[in-house]
């Protein structure tokens, strides 16, 4: 059965706050996820996603979302070695696909540079 969604008053679109946004672009850049699928289950068009993913990348300011692992926690999938991760380490996957590691041993102002640089590309 089809749901049905009614809009009244002058207003033909629906407004969507800055959290649903959110929500939605979180959803469509997890593991396996498929952009077209989440805006179906979303009921958006998929270029509105990628709009969306625009205007939050463009209000960004500086930091990213960091997520926390245990140690070994390598991932075989993504070529991973599962050896790599015993130390230490601050992973750092940029927008131009590189990933980037760095040892807790390593200078603080070498790694400020090394992402700086990778960050422009």
């Known amino acids: 059965m089809a749901r049905v969604e009614v809009i009244t008053g002058p ?4 407004r969507w706050t800055d959290e ?3 929500a939605i672009v979180a959803e ?13 289950r979303a009921e ?7 709009r969306w993913r625009q205007e939050l990348r463009g209000r ?3 930091f990213a979302q960091v997520m926390i692992a245990a140690p070994g926690n390598a991932d075989p999938q993504a070529g991973d070695d599962p050896g790599c991760c015993a130390a230490p380490v601050i992973e750092v996957d ?12 390593t200078p603080a102002a ?12």
């Not at 940029?94 to 041993?105: E, G, H, N, V, Y």
């Not at 070498?110 to 590309?121: E, N, Q």
């Open 20 to 22: 649903q946004k959110q």
């Open 28 to 40: 469509t850049l997890e593991p396996g996820a498929v952009v077209a699928e989440v805006a179906r």
């Open 60 to 62: 960004s300011d500086g």
């Open 44 to 50: 958006v068009g998929p270029g509105q996603i990628y």
């Open 94 to 105: 940029f927008a131009c696909k590189a990933r980037l590691r760095i040892p807790a041993s």
């Open 110 to 121: 070498l790694a400020v540079a090394v992402v700086k640089a990778l960050a422009r590309r």
């Open 11 to 14: 207003e033909r679109r629906r």
